[in-house]
């Protein structure tokens, strides 16, 4: 199959599949059993969250919260420059995105994070700001630098790193975040298989634990084939293995539990996006993240048509503000030409594309 022809369903796929995830999961709670009580077994739609959910109370059906938005914005730069990525670019689009969020409803950050973006604000050199982050953040948004790469998982990861430097300049941070563009990449290219997609991540992820700051956290690699592990042990069912992910990988902030988790889910969901967002949900925790991440893949591997128009047609009047179709349009874009230009980025010397930041 020409990639030309295949790769656009699946860019769109997997931006809808980013919000789908995002949303579907984001009315969790902290606990499985707590979800499970809540709303009565399984998240089976797009549905809002508690009244007085302890985070996303007042949220609708479908809404998008912090993570996937930093995406969007990213995607939104990548169309606007063509293609060309740059730590400067990066960077103030994270600050303009900051901004316009906080000015309207706050935003709700860890320490590092938010103390990354007040240092960025106040005019510190990003090479320096984000030493220290190790949360979530980086691995979701960096989906757009995986979808205009298709087929091409280091050209991904030389630009995933970059878009770490600002916030989330720490290894184990870097490291997670190429896991997640490498595999994004490997996804879009036709006849791939999910072990291809995860042995691709685990690679990724020791490839980048050479770059960032050095800093607290595990192996993202085999942390990654451990999740894999225990979501696909038919020994249990499928919502023991998810407690088992909850219990044995976790749920919390850190990108070191997030990400391994996002492909636990993936793997137990057998890459359909839908399935993946019921099971984030089930997990809780920082299930919106989870959920993001693991529908991200699905939608990339599996193409816009894994996903109902019902909830197609949810996501976009919960956020009407973004137009995924026109977005998607210009990645495509992107994507065509890196595909076919000589010599691929990924052919670059990351130190070259380094300094030119």
Known sequence: ???????????????????????????????????????????????????????????????????????????????????????????????????????????????????????????????????????????????????????????????????????????????????????IAQALTPNTTLEDIVDIAIWAANEGLSHGHPWYGPSIGRRIDFAVQLATDSNYSEMERIQNLHDLIGVTLAVGDSVPCAFGILALADGDPVRAAIYASALSGDAGAVGAMACVLAGAWRGIDSIAAEYIATLRRANPQYDLEEIAEGLYAVALRNHSATPHVGSRLLDDILDEN
């Open 1 to 183: 199959m020409q990639i030309e022809t295949y790769i656009y369903p699946h860019i769109v796929g997997s931006l809808f599949g980013q919000m789908l995830g995002n949303a579907w999961a984001m009315p969790a709670l902290f606990q499985p059993g707590q979800t499970w009580d809540q709303y009565g077994g399984w998240l089976e739609t797009l549905v809002d969250p508690a009244p007085d959910h302890p985070i996303y109370g007042g949220f609708k059906a479908g809404q998008i919260t912090n993570d996937t938005q930093q995406a969007i914005a990213l995607a939104q730069m990548i169309v606007v420059n063509r293609g060309r990525i740059s730590l400067k670019r990066i960077a103030k689009t994270l600050l303009d995105w900051y901004d316009e969020v906080n000015s309207k409803n706050g935003v709700t950050l860890d320490q590092n994070a938010q103390r990354a973006f007040q240092a960025l604000k106040a005019g510190e050199d990003p090479h320096l700001t984000g030493l220290h982050g190790d949360t979530k953040e980086c691995a979701v948004r960096v989906s757009p630098i995986g979808l205009i790469h298709p087929g091409d998982p280091e050209a991904a990861i030389e630009e995933a790193i970059i878009s770490c430097i600002p916030t989330h300049n720490s290894d184990v941070a870097v490291s997670a975040t190429c896991a997640m563009a490498a595999a």
